[in-house]
Every structure is written in C-alpha cells, then in structure tokens.
C-alpha cells in the first residue's frame, strides 16, 4: 500500500526526515519496502508556452522555437521533439537548473543557434519514464510558474501490511500508530454528522439469504450533484499515491477509503432499477458486467448489490457494475457503505481472479464501528467538490456482534518480567491510550478496528512495540547442550550438501506445493481443499518436479550444464500419523560433462555412468551400491539401486518427449534416493587411512558369460573371493557379435583391469600369479564364464 509523507503529517506533527520514518515504522514491526520521490523539485524549471517554432536552418532533426517563460521576453529555445504544437504549455529548464543525473542546464549554440535553457521530457524532470517527446502541460498552467506548483515534491511509501493489521490500511491508521510511537498527538479528521431529516428517497433490504455475507449495508442518496473533474487539491493527492483521478464523486470515494480505510462506492440513482437496492446472492449462470470493463459468470455464494428491478449493479466488497457507474451524466447518486464478511471476500476474489482496493480491504476486516463516520465524511466531501443536497442516511443490518467491546487485563509485573525492564505505569498507559485502547476498572477496552488484540500477551507485545526492542536488555543465557538426534540429523544432511558442492552440484529449493499438471502419471497425491492458486494444488509426491522445472528455467535463460540436487521431504498418501513424511534426494544433470577444450579436446555429454559414479562416491567406505533394470514411468532407461540388499532409490534416463516439452536440448539423467536410509548409513564416524607406499601390479582378464549375466553378478563373485591382495576391480571392455562369427550371438565378451597390492611389500611375480589364480578359481565358482586367454 502506497502512503503519502506529506498526507501523514496533516495528522501526526512528525518532526523527522521520510528516512526517520521510515526506520520508526520497520523496526515497529510495519515494513517499508520502499521509500521514493515524486513531483519536481528543482529550481529554474518553470512552465513556458511555444509561441513560434521554426526547422532549424542547419539540422533536419532540430527546430528553434520561441517560447515565452513568463519574463516578458521571449526566449529562444533549439528542441529535438517534434510532439507538440504552438500554443501548447511545456516544461522550461532555464539557464543554472540542474536535472536529475546532475545534468546543468547552460546557454549555448547547437549547429550554430543560439539556445537559452532546455524544454523537457517527462522522464528529464524525474517524472516518468516517457522520453518520447515533450511533456505536455494542462492548458490552465500559469506561463512562468516554477513546476513545483503543478507537481509538488511528494515522498511516498510502500509499506506491507500484515494479514492482521487492516487497521494500518489507511493513512489515519498509520498516523495513529505514528502517534503512539512519537507521542505526538493524533489530529483525526472531522466527524461529519449525517443527515437524519427528511425523506431519504431510497429504499434499501438485505435478502435473509445474504445476511451472513453482508450483515450491514447503509446508503446515502445525494440530488444535484455536478459531475465533473476533481479540483487539483483532490485529484492531486490521489495520484500521488497512484491512484487515476476519475470524476469528483468517484474521486471522494477514493479519497476516503484511504483516508479511514472503509471502501465506499457510488451508483448512479438514474441507473438503479426500481428505486432501491437489494443485497442478495447470485443466482447460477448470472452474469455481471464489472467496472474493469470484463463479464463474469456468478455463483450461488457470490453477494450481489442488486436493484428492485433484479439488475445485478455491483459484486458486494470486490467491485462495481459498469452498468450503474457514476458518470458526467448523473445528477443524483446513491453513496453506499457497508460492512462484508472477510472469508466470503476472500473466496469470491480468488475464484474471479478479480482483486480491487476494496476487496484487498474488505478481505482483512474493515472497522464496522467506522462505517457511518466513513459515509458521512464522503457525503460531506461530495457536497463540497459536487454541490448537492444529501438525504438522511438509511441503515439495514445489525454490527452489534462486530462493535462490541471487549475487555482484555494486563498485569504490570507480567509485563516487566516478560521485557526485563521496569516500565512507568503512566508510560504504560500513555501507550495504550495512543493505540486507541481505553482503560476501564478489568483491564483495557479493545476498539473494534483492533481485532487482533485479544490476550493480555498482545497489548505487551503492543507495549514492546513502541518502546522498542533496543531498549531490552540483552543477557547471555548460553549453555553447553548434548548433542541430540536433531542436531546429528542436521550435521549429516549438511555433509551430505557439501559433499555433493564438492562434486560440482548447485543445490535448490522447490516448494512443497504442486501444480495438477505436474503430478506424475499414475502418482497418488494430497489435494488441498482450498488451494491458493492453480499451481500449488497438491503437495507433492516426489522431488524430481521441482528439479526438473528448476533445469528448466536454467536452459532457458542460457545455463545447458547443469548438476542440481534437493534435500527434502515428499508428502506421500498414507503416512502414518505421528511419523515424519519420508526424506529424500533427488539429484539431475544434463549438458557437457567438461567443456570443449582449445587444445582440441571435444566436450563429453554426461551419461548414466556419470550418475553412478556420484552416487557410488556419496555411499560411505565398504558399502555396496547394486544396480538392477526395472521399469518405470517416463524414464524408458531406468534402474533400481539397492545399499547392502535395501532399496536405496532409482536412477534414469528421462524420456526425450519430456525433455523437449522443457526445453531441455540435452539427455536428462535423474535419481531419488531414500536420505533417511542413506544418512544413516553415512552417520559412521569417517576412517583415514595411509597412502600407499608399495607399487601395484595389473593383470587384465577377459570373460565369455551368457548376455543375462550382469556386471553385479561377476564383481560379486569377485569379492566372495576374499583375495586379501586384490584392491580394485575395474571393467574396460564389453563386446557382443549379434553375427555368432567371432562369438556365439547369445553371449558378450567383458573385460576387466584386476589391481594388486599389498600393504608391506612390493609383490613379487609369484604371488600376483597365485593371487591371480585365486580370483579366477573363485569366479569360475561364481558365475557360468569361459576364460578368453
């Protein structure tokens, strides 16, 4: 929500600099997500009339216009822009001005005419971005006023607003809160009091089937209005907080909702079908044309400010009809102000995807007990800028339940001990009654524009607030803990990070939310009851989603070589209750595994090996990764991994439709491995061991074994053989002839590199022959091979 400096001390004497402000209110716990200027503030730039322009006699591009600045004389002036016309009213920059960029304004020649000063563009003088041309200026501008007059030097904040804050949604709200952290008065507006004579010419019911949706609804109609265009003082401070000045009724509306924070609205009394509104709730497959120009289908749940003649004139809280709208046209309007259930707000915007000033207010809570006063402020406000006569006010409904007082204690020693501090009684009090709070004989009297307020731990927050958490002593209250299982979690999943940083991964961070479409085909799911949005309906099942849009966005923006993992949790059907969701890791990679060298050297494309070998690197000294073929959804090459006989997770080739369908250009290569199984395997104590001292001998061996035989098979057998000289084995060829001319068809010819060493001793020839043998003998018990020699 934008604020306007200027508007905020016309109700709080606030002495500091918008910096100073700035800082009071974010450390108070109202963030200021930024602070900027608007208007010109810049001396020698007045307003100046074109009286002549001429083509420059010696540049096509140029023209020389006489211009006159209000002195008297006129001025010549060289200009580039070619979108005005004589007559028209243009920002000058005289001689000795300096523009935003420190750009100093000096009389010169350009292409041998002389030029006294510089005409300007919006974004020139800081007010836009529009360097098109020429800012053009009203045509009621006073020739030789200085442009701060037009556009006055204004600082506006943008500030967030909690959730269960609504009373700061308006610049009364936050002068208050200003009032109570400065100690300076409060100056509210005038309390207009409403008409109550007359015939109010209106009449005015609230369905009882939309009672719970708008349990008060009052209307003001107001004859002989003019309408027309708001005087400067109205439209400008509208737009200094971007606002669009639309007419002077529409305007007042505006004005006052950010004035109090109660959203009004106006109808055009002429358009209102059968004299008199009627609040109720949509009927199926009606439909209502908004003020945004769009047409919306309503609900049965939807609240309807309709007419006696059953015209649909406004969405009740979110926006109204195009139809009833307030144009130059009316003479008689009709003012409403009400109050709207939040939660149906709420439902009605985010189903419409239809979102207002109004509804943004009304969705948070507005103050009931503000309603009147907010109607009978617009009311007088319209009768000042429109003329008119107002007639009494009507009321329909009942805000008892939403005004009512409530009464909440506060004990002063609660309040030291909790802050730690002694505090002043009449500080105490001074604060609360700053808040708007009233003290009575139980405690203090809550206002209705606080809901929030409803422990006695609150208003010490409140107390907090304002005094400020600096001035809260700090102690030291460390102690040495044990290390618990929460702690040891978070160490191995932290090594485990870093583990895979050092193998050149980048972690990321998916939400835990999912769209429909990115649920994976055949996965069971938990669906939201009420999502926020289309794409965060289900939690999801699997980590992969948010790897693969996060490989996504990354090759579109020109990053193809990717290494990506995520430590998270997924949220499977099923669950037991009382037990976490399981934790997993989910790792990707696509692109080069190298760059293409200058010596020459082509880049490699990653593959699976390349997959399995991070994975092999993550398991701890000892451990077994086996590898088998399995089948699974949308990855045609894909493995099952099992740690010492446990399933681990899965490992594969992500389908090329897939792949294209998320621009990535490369093969896509994924695993999802269970963490909880994983780092608890890892959690062991790390063991060092020396470098080796003695040298190692190869032999190499090549097998004749059936093509069913896996290379898990043949290195199991190998390590049954407990060789104790035996340190690596390491496959290097693999050969098959579909032909059966070199080998039978029905087998494949395997290779591998056999590495012997012994810790002691360099080896002699003897014993690696031995050893050798060993291996042999034991893998020939094994497996069903044929030694090729």
Known sequence: MNLSFQWLREFVPFDGTPAQLSDLLTFAGVEVEDVRNRGVDIPQVVVAQILESKQHPNADRLSVCQVDDGSGQP????????????????????????????????????????????????????????????????????????????????????????????????????????????????????????????????????LAEAREACPYYTATRIDEVKVGPSPAWLRDRLESVGLRSINNV???????????????????????????????????????????????????????????????????????????????????????????????IRRTSRELGLSSDASYRFERGVDAAGIRRAAA??????????????????????????????????????????????????????????????????????????????REVDLIEEIVRVIGLDAVPGRAQGRIAPSSETDRAYDAGMALRRTLAGLGFSEARSLSLIAARDVPAGAAVLSLKNPLNEDQVALRPTLLTGLLAAAARNTRAGSPDLRLFELGRIFPPGTPAGQREPLRLALLLTGSAAPASWRGGAARALDLHDLQAVLERLLPPGARLAVERTERAGYPLAVELKLDGRVLGFAGQLEKAQADALDLRAAVFAAELDADLLLAQTAAQAVFQPLDRFPAVTRDIALLVDRSVTHASIHAALRAAQEPLLTAVTPFDIFTDPTGAKIPAEKKSVAYSLTYRAPDRTLTTDEVNAAHSRVKSALAGGVAVQFRE
């Open 75 to 206: 001025r010549q002036i060289v200009c580039g822009a070619k979108n005005y016309r004589v007559g028209d009213k243009v920002p000058l920059a005289l001689p000795g001005a300096v523009l935003p960029g420190d750009f100093k304004i000096k009389e010169g020649k350009l292409r041998g005419e002389k030029s006294s000063g510089m005409l300007c563009s919006a974004r020139e003088l800081g007010l836009g971005d529009d360097q098109s041309g020429l800012l053009i200026l009203p045509a009621e501008a006073k020739v030789g006023a200085p442009m701060a007059e037009l556009y006055p030097a204004e600082t506006i904040f943008e500030i967030e607003i909690t959730p269960n804050r609504p009373d700061l949604l308006s610049h009364v709200g936050v002068g208050r809160e200003i009032s109570a952290l400065t100690g300076r008065a409060l100056t509210a507006p005038p309390a207009e009091a409403p008409v109550t004579a007359g015939d109010a010419g209106i009449g005015v019911r609230i």
């Open 250 to 344: 529409v305007d007042v509306t505006n004005y006052v909702m950010l004035e109090l924070g109660q959203p009004l609205h106006a109808f055009d009394l002429a358009k209102v079908g059968g004299g008199g509104i009627e609040v109720r709730l949509g009927r199926a497959g009606e439909k209502f044309h908004a003020l945004d120009g769009r047409h919306y289908e309503l609900q049965p749940h939807h609240c309807v400010i309709g007419d006696f003649a059953g015209e649909a004139d406004g969405l009740g809280g979110v926006m109204g009809g195009e139809g009833s709208g307030v144009t130059p046209a009316a003479t008689s309007i009709v003012l409403e102000a009400a109050y709207f259930r939040p939660t149906l």
């Open 377 to 454: 402020r617009a009311t007088a406000l319209i009768l000042q800028v429109a003329g008119g006569t107002a007639r009494p006010l009507v009321e329909v409904g009942d805000v008892s339940e939403l005004t009512a007082p409530r009464t909440v204690g506060l004990r002063h020693a609660r309040l030291e001990a909790l802050m730690g501090i002694a505090v002043e009684p009449a500080r105490v009090d001074a604060i609360l009654t700053a808040l708007g709070l009233s003290k009575v004989a139980e405690g203090w009297s809550v206002p209705s524009f606080r809901r929030d307020l409803e």
